[in-house]
């Protein structure tokens, strides 16, 4: 098409394209967010398969709430309790983001399990994607450590009894149990260094623990494209190999021969 | 797209047995709650179906001697590399890229190892280096009135604050024979999962006393409860009722000048016999929830306070 180029597509060119594409032939930047963003997903999805997305944006939430909570909170013992009250009763909306980040927090481990549900009853577990599910559950692991470590920052008499026990059941586990609730609890009874490392823990170890793990989960559901569901007549997601007559396991890592 | 051996099917036969062996596996853990004899009975059928799992699932490759390429690598001895002189190592079967690679490696594992050592250190020890709590001073001893439960509320380290907040529950027995004094002192945290136990008696708030920071309130209690999770002991500190594992921690004691110092704890098997009279199993201080005797204590065999003391 010899069409003569408009102005406003030469001023689109470089004011738009040229950029990405040099930011794309330095990084492949927008290569790999077309790869992320625009997959073959399944025709036959449903909403049941968006709750991932929505754990989330659970996620996120935590993360940011929590980011801005930690501006005001003070994980000293004997400042905490009064560094909540400060932000729940006294700082403007500090009751909302504080509300945000404790009722989030609920509702995260909520859609975890309704997401772990959804891919057990579809079977999305299955081949190729046992190491999706694998990651997931230390996803859910991690989200718990979290919800455990979290619960003691209030510093009231739930938040304190509550961890008192928590670690207690932690220091029944056999053999290592009283070394483990000993390093929870910094001594025999929870102490002052407590709530401290409790906070580094939430705050720090945890997160950046489970941001790595999502990271894993979400490049490997992208790889591995979206389930469809089982009573769906189509496949979705990579094709299967060609089914080899020999039936050995040569090439499953190495490649015996098999040309992409 | 044909990579071969992706869609073999390499999973095992359906088999029926972990049924079985889920049934048994429950039942053992219903038997720790409930009796012996089921839980006799759950690793029986965890056992006997899991053996029949098993072989089910390896029905097809046992027989079968796997086929495995010997590795033919030469196997580099890193140490060697590291540590000895080139000289001693045989010239021949070390090539420069060997040895560098060994070399990265080494130094890599060691310049990582003489980091990571200290911060890990640091990050678990002062757990369990640094715990010694001072002696507490409880006043005169004449502030206990013989065969009457006293709590003593303290500070165990005041420049730490609340946070270090303890509760005995102290009863003067009188004289044992030997003619020595003799007190019980048990620890208020509760030996199922550490709450805090309460006497199970009205506490006599007219007379509250403030010896030196420490909290005196006489209380008429013969038991003590824990509103945790039920439990409950007697004025012994034996249990009586509910989920907890051992008696009531104690603390030992000294009399200096007529005034009632408390010691370090530990823990107890169990007490038998009253006040002065009581022979007291004793064991080291274990974590709450942890048996100190019995079978199941073979499960802590070694407990932080018998190593840091």
Redesign the interface.
């Known amino acids: 098409m010899a069409k003569r180029t408009s102005k406003r597509a030469t001023l689109v060119e470089t004011a738009v394209l040229v950029p990405l594409d040099w930011v794309d032939e330095r990084t492949a930047g927008v290569r790999a967010t077309k790869w992320f963003l625009f997959r073959h997903v399944p025709r036959d999805v449903s909403w049941a398969q968006t709750l991932g997305s929505a754990t989330l944006t659970a996620f996120i939430v935590q993360t940011l709430t929590g980011v801005i909570l930690a501006m005001y909170y003070t994980p000293d013992p004997r400042t905490a309790y009064q560094s909540i009250e400060h932000i729940t009763n006294e700082l403007t909306l500090g009751w909302l983001v504080r509300g945000m980040h404790r009722w989030g927090a609920s509702v995260f481990i909520i859609l975890l399990f309704l997401h772990m549900g959804r891919v057990f009853l579809f079977g999305a577990y299955k081949y190729p994607r046992e190491l999706t599910w694998i990651t997931g559950v230390l996803i859910l692991a991690t989200g718990m450590l979290l919800g455990f470590t979290g619960y003691l920052l209030p510093w009231d008499q739930t938040a304190y009894w509550a961890t008192v026990v928590g670690i207690n059941l932690n220091g029944t586990a056999p053999f290592a149990g009283p070394w483990l609730a000993q390093f929870l609890a910094s001594g025999p009874e929870i102490g002052a260094d407590t709530l401290a490392k409790w906070y580094a823990l939430h705050m720090l170890v945890l997160p950046g623990a489970i941001i790595a793990l999502i990271g894993v989960h979400i490049y490997l559901v992208t790889r591995l494209g979206v389930s469809s569901p089982p009573w769906s007549s189509e496949q979705a997601g990579r094709e299967r190999p060609v089914v080899q007559p020999t039936g050995a396991r040569t090439g499953l890592v190495r490649g015996g021969g098999g040309a992409e | ?8 099917p ?1 999973v095992p036969g359906p088999s029926l047995w972990p049924i079985g062996f889920a049934i048994g596996v429950a039942c053992l853990l219903l038997g720790l709650v409930l009796s012996w004899i089921v839980a006799a009975i759950g690793a029986v059928l965890a056992v006997g179906f899991g053996l029949l799992w098993a072989r089910d699932v390896t029905r097809d490759v046992r027989g079968e001697v796997p086929e495995i390429e010997p590795e033919t690598r030469a196997v580099a001895d890193e140490a060697a590399a590291v540590a000895a002189p080139a000289a001693a190592a045989p010239p021949p079967t070390y090539s420069r890229s060997r040895f560098l690679e060994a070399t990265t490696l080494g130094l890599g594992a060691a310049i990582g190892g003489v980091l990571t050592l200290p911060v890990l250190g640091f990050m ?1 020890l ?3 280096t ?2 010694e709590e001072d002696e507490i001073d409880l006043g005169p001893i004449e502030n206990f009135d013989k065969g009457e439960y006293v709590i003593a509320s303290y500070l165990a ?1 005041p420049e ?5 907040r ?1 509760t005995a529950f102290v009863r003067n027995n009188g004289f044992a024979e030997s003619g020595d004094p003799s007190f019980t002192i048990l620890y208020s ?1 509760c030996v ?5 136990v309460q006497p199970n008696g009205p506490i006599d708030e007219a007379a509250k006393k403030e010896v030196d920071g420490v909290e005196l309130r006489p209380v008429l209690a013969q038991s003590f409860g824990c509103p ?1 999770h039920g439990g409950l002991y007697d004025a012994e500190g034996n249990r009586t009722a509910g989920p907890p594992v051992r008696s009531m921690d104690r603390y030992t004691f000294s009399i200096r000048n007529g005034r009632l110092i408390l010691g370090e ?1 530990y823990a107890v098997g169990n007490v038998s016999g009253t006040g002065a009279n009581a022979t007291i199993s004793k064991y080291p ?6 048996h100190v005797d019995g079978l199941e204590a073979w ?3 070694i ?3 018998q190593v840091t003391g």
Do not use: A, K
């Open positions: 797209m044909s990579e071969p051996g992706h869609d073999t390499h678990v002062p757990s369990f640094n715990v380290l730490r604050g609340e946070v270090s303890r945290r199922h999962l550490g709450c805090p945790c704890l201080w274990s974590t709450p929830g942890t499960l802590y065999p407990v932080p306070s």
